[in-house]
């Protein structure tokens, strides 16, 4: 199924059978992995198929509109999943010394994903808007996904020469940034999405990638030392969470149940012990002498890297994020019994490559 049936003696149908359905797999490889967080199993160099066509693609005869979008929205997931192969290798690789070219190579995905972002027609592009095509809501939140599988990834690289960052460390804020907004981003779409939207065709991997993209949002927002970033973030956590609870009970959504079941009580619990925080910081400050004083020392807390809740946090980022983050103490509260699913949601993420090779990233 891996090889190129183009010069194959068969017939043109089983030639345009087996590209279909080999692209099928490999994106449900490639999807599966992300959401899943284990290398995938169908890499680079083990194919040669090529990219299916509109005519490998539609029936003859029966060609129409609809069906011609359809088509070129499963081709653009074929492009964007090769990309996202590159992505998930180099995230598998990293635990391996660290080689000086693979910065080079993650700016260049991040080139080839605006380049495929920008080739996109203009029935894919803006898919909240009316008219657009099958699938279009699907293929921006795949990715959205993709978009924050690379800026997760270019953080770990970041960090991977062993240095100890700390509050100078341009670079490392740089890339933390881009991960908090790749994830309000992914917050943001969902949540302008209408009954209509739900309505269309997803890969049931969504499910997965809402909750890890969820708590990525709410590890920067815990971990953030910038008042006005940390309250930008608990907003779109909290519009999420809304949003998803009506898209189950209105619209019968599926896609949702994992964040709801899994994080929506833990992510309510820690946005209101921050909300106490800010509110207990406010009275503290307006009591103090020196509110100026009081205000800047609020802002650049230290991570307590040997709190044991806050500790799965920092193990994904790959770094000690002293300075970039809070402790429960400075946060003006404690992390304990707030049932956080970090363990379940993140541990995968962090573990070594096991006997069988199936590790998280």
């Given at each position: 199924?891996?090889?190129?049936?183009?010069?194959?003696?068969?017939?043109?149908?089983?030639?345009?059978?087996?590209?279909?359905?080999?692209?099928?797999?490999?994106?449900?490889?490639?999807?599966?992995?992300?959401?899943?967080?284990?290398?995938?199993?169908?890499?680079?160099?083990?194919?040669?198929?090529?990219?299916?066509?509109?005519?490998?693609?539609?029936?003859?005869?029966?060609?129409?509109?609809?069906?011609?979008?359809?088509?070129?929205?499963?081709?653009?997931?074929?492009?964007?999943?090769?990309?996202?192969?590159?992505?998930?290798?180099?995230?598998?690789?990293?635990?391996?010394?660290?080689?000086?070219?693979?910065?080079?190579?993650?700016?260049?995905?991040?080139?080839?994903?605006?380049?495929?972002?920008?080739?996109?027609?203009?029935?894919?592009?803006?898919?909240?808007?009316?008219?657009?095509?099958?699938?279009?809501?699907?293929?921006?939140?795949?990715?959205?996904?993709?978009?924050?599988?690379?800026?997760?990834?270019?953080?770990?690289?970041?960090?991977?020469?062993?240095?100890?960052?700390?509050?100078?460390?341009?670079?490392?804020?740089?890339?933390?940034?881009?991960?908090?907004?790749?994830?309000?981003?992914?917050?943001?779409?969902?949540?302008?999405?209408?009954?209509?939207?739900?309505?269309?065709?997803?890969?049931?991997?969504?499910?997965?990638?809402?909750?890890?993209?969820?708590?990525?949002?709410?590890?920067?927002?815990?971990?953030?030392?910038?008042?006005?970033?940390?309250?930008?973030?608990?907003?779109?956590?909290?519009?999420?969470?809304?949003?998803?609870?009506?898209?189950?009970?209105?619209?019968d959504w599926d896609l949702a149940d994992i964040f709801l079941n899994q994080c929506d009580e833990p992510i309510s619990r820690v946005i209101n012990k921050l909300s106490t925080s800010s509110s207990s910081t406010a009275i503290a400050a307006a009591a103090s002498p020196h509110p100026q004083q009081h205000a800047q020392e609020q802002m650049a807390p230290a991570i307590n890297v040997e709190d044991v809740v806050l500790q799965p946090l920092q193990q994904d980022f790959a770094f000690d994020l002293a300075g970039f983050g809070a402790t429960t103490t400075d946060l003006g509260f404690s992390?304990?019994?707030?049932?956080?699913?970090?363990?379940?949601?993140?541990?995968?993420?962090?573990?070594?490559?096991?006997?069988?090779?199936?590790?998280?990233?």
């Amino acid at each position: 199924m891996n090889r190129n049936p183009t010069n194959w003696g068969c017939s043109e149908h089983e030639k345009r059978l087996r590209i279909r359905t080999w692209w099928a797999v490999l994106i449900s490889n490639r999807m599966s992995a992300l959401a899943h967080g284990t290398p995938a199993t169908l890499t680079k160099g083990q194919y040669d198929v090529p990219l299916p066509t509109h005519a490998m693609l539609l029936t003859p005869g029966k060609e129409n509109v609809y069906r011609e979008q359809g088509a070129e929205h499963f081709i653009q997931l074929c492009k964007l999943c090769e990309i996202l192969g590159e992505i998930l290798h180099i995230a598998a690789e990293l635990r391996r010394p660290f080689d000086a070219k693979v910065p080079r190579e993650l700016r260049r995905l991040e080139c080839d994903l605006d380049q495929w972002e920008a080739d996109l027609p203009p029935y894919l592009t803006h898919p909240l808007e009316e008219g657009k095509g099958p699938g279009a809501c699907n293929l921006h939140f795949c990715f959205l996904s993709t978009k924050l599988m690379l800026a997760r990834t270019a953080l770990k690289v970041a960090n991977s020469d062993g240095q100890k960052p700390d509050n100078s460390s341009d670079h490392l804020r740089y890339r933390l940034s881009v991960l908090r907004s790749s994830a309000r981003e992914i917050a943001d779409f969902v949540c302008a999405l209408t009954s209509r939207h739900l309505a269309e065709w997803w890969l049931p991997y969504t499910a997965h990638l809402l909750a890890s993209s969820a708590m990525i949002l709410l590890r920067c927002t815990i971990e953030t030392t910038d008042p006005s970033a940390r309250e930008t973030c608990k907003r779109s956590l909290e519009a999420l969470r809304k949003r998803l609870r009506s898209a189950r009970d209105d619209s019968d959504w599926d896609l949702a149940d994992i964040f709801l079941n899994q994080c929506d009580e833990p992510i309510s619990r820690v946005i209101n012990k921050l909300s106490t925080s800010s509110s207990s910081t406010a009275i503290a400050a307006a009591a103090s002498p020196h509110p100026q004083q009081h205000a800047q020392e609020q802002m650049a807390p230290a991570i307590n890297v040997e709190d044991v809740v806050l500790q799965p946090l920092q193990q994904d980022f790959a770094f000690d994020l002293a300075g970039f983050g809070a402790t429960t103490t400075d946060l003006g509260f404690s992390f304990e019994g707030l049932g956080l699913p970090f363990e379940n949601m993140w541990t995968a993420f962090d573990q070594d490559v096991d006997a069988n090779g199936m590790s998280g990233f």
